[in-house]
């Protein structure tokens, strides 16, 4: 017989029981459904079965986490979930997780790994890592449910595959906490903008979302958090323990393939009717918090002292029919037809190219968990203009610009200032490839594998790059 004393019983409501229904019935019904779920995830995770390769022989433990102390030649075998995410084919997290997987494969560490993913084979940026390559590195597919009781039935699914593959560690790359995991799991928090945003607040308020929010609260055996500011807002706003937090910053492929001699304006194919034209880049992301209206609004501004000036936005995030109409409505009242040019998406080996091609890389986002596109402009020796606050101004620091973006004349008077000073741009240029090279994809996978030996009490033994 299991004491419940044990057990860690706060229900997953973000309120105490009853505190929004009062006494009712409701109330009383919903904190008994959040303390009974609390037993059956303990009860589960106590009687779960783990499996350890060592060699051919198959180690069998049922008493977690004391199977954590297995003998230290045992092989873990060590799951990441890619699934959430391999179907974008672009954006931010999506390039961590495949820029994740690839360093990983680069270290000599004494574990295997199963990829997760949603197709029928993973993605081709990956594809060489489990066709054909050392047999250390697997890839199964993970078939996500529809309709209302999906989130459930995942959670099954999960537990019955980590159970069939003997997984001793499993990996979510987008903060999916499972509620039955036989075995620790690692999750990767890439940011808590929906605690923060207004326009998430039916995501915020969701069950799924609160049951989630409870259960890396309480089941996670690490958070790796992808920048300090990340870290923080966890501590802060979800009360965990710095103890179980790891920082691991993103890296950049690019900085190990910058040619200083490659001029970007050659190969973005920009429309300048002058090479002096000034060219500012940007994203093409319409999500609200992105701030591209305030971008646009400091580019009037900039108008009026640079006819000629080029909005280049390239990409194409979180857009829909409604904020694309709102978007083009505003082009047309601001008059900015013939200032703006669009790439749409584009290859990784002409990205580097697009962030050169500009005078100055502006990155107007009101919160970021990380601002991958800011490190990749650095790595490339773009001038950035970034917002001073959150994530941005730890990867910026004094390489760069940082100012208030959601005041469209301080941007405005920021983005005048670097185009006014060529040096001024090509020393914050170079500047910005020198912090740059601080963040490397070796780096990111090295802390990574030490957060997966944390979790699995294996100590400290960092690994070798090949």
């Known amino acids: 017989m299991i004491p419940c004393a044990q057990f860690d019983l706060s229900p997953i409501s973000a309120q105490p029981p009853g505190a929004a229904d009062g ?4 109330g009383a019904l919903r904190a008994a459904l959040d303390i009974a779920l609390s037993c059956l995830v303990h009860l589960f995770r106590a ?6 390769a060592d060699g051919k022989r198959v180690v069998r433990l049922r008493d977690y986490p004391d199977w954590l102390s297995v003998s230290k030649t045992a092989v873990a075998l060590i799951a990441i979930d890619f699934s959430t995410l391999d179907h974008l084919g672009g954006g931010g997290q999506y390039r961590y997780c495949v820029s994740l997987l690839r360093a990983l494969a680069s270290l000599d560490v004494e574990a295997d790994f199963l990829v997760l993913g949603s197709g029928s084979e993973t993605v081709p940026q990956v ?3 489990v066709a ?3 047999q250390r590195w697997r890839y199964a597919r993970f078939e996500h449910s529809r309709g209302r009781a999906s989130y459930w039935i995942d959670q099954l699914n999960y537990a019955r595959l980590l159970r069939r593959e003997g997984v001793a560690l499993f990996h979510s790359l987008h903060g999916l906490a499972l509620l039955l995991a036989p075995c620790p799991v690692v999750i990767t928090q890439h940011d808590l903008m929906d605690e923060l945003f207004p326009e998430y607040e039916l995501a915020r308020k969701s069950r799924p979302y609160r049951i989630n929010r409870w259960a890396v609260r309480r089941l996670a055996k690490r958070v790796i958090c992808i920048s300090e500011a990340t870290a923080r807002d966890l501590h802060d706003l979800w009360a965990i323990d710095k103890g179980r937090i ?3 910053p993103h890296g950049s492929e690019f900085s190990c393939a ?10 973005a194919g920009l429309a300048r009717e002058r090479p002096s034209d000034p060219v500012l880049v940007s994203l093409y992301n319409l999500e609200p918090r992105k701030n591209l209206s305030g971008l646009l609004a400091a580019v009037v501004k900039l108008r009026e002292q640079y006819p000629s000036l080029k909005l280049l936005l390239f990409g194409r995030a979180a857009v829909t029919p409604e904020r694309e109409a709102e978007f083009q409505r505003m082009v047309r009242d601001l008059k900015l037809d013939d200032v703006i040019e669009q790439t749409g998406f584009i290859k990784d080996e002409d990205l580097q190219r697009l962030y050169r091609a500009g005078d100055v890389f502006v990155f107007p986002s009101f919160y970021e968990g990380f601002g991958l596109p800011v490190l990749e402009a650095m790595a490339s020796g773009a001038c950035v203009v970034a917002r001073g606050a959150s994530a941005m101004a730890e990867i910026v620091g004094e390489a760069g610009v940082l100012v208030e973006t959601k005041n ?3 941007l405005a008077a920021a983005i005048a200032s670097l185009l006014e000073d060529p040096r001024r741009r090509r020393q914050l240029g170079e500047a910005a490839r020198r912090r740059a090279q601080a963040f490397t994809v070796q780096r990111m996978a090295k802390l990574t594998y030490e957060s997966y030996r944390t979790a699995l009490g294996m100590g400290e033994r ?3 790059i090949q």
């Open 258 to 267: 910058v040619d200083p001699r490659d001029d970007g304006r050659i190969h």
């Open 127 to 129: 594809r060489e890592l």
């Open 246 to 248: 790891d920082v691991v």
């Open 462 to 464: 960092p690994p070798v």
């Open 408 to 410: 469209a004349d301080l």
């Open 132 to 134: 054909g390559g050392p």
């Open 23 to 26: 006494q009712s019935v409701a």
């Open 47 to 52: 009687g779960g079965c783990q499996r350890l």
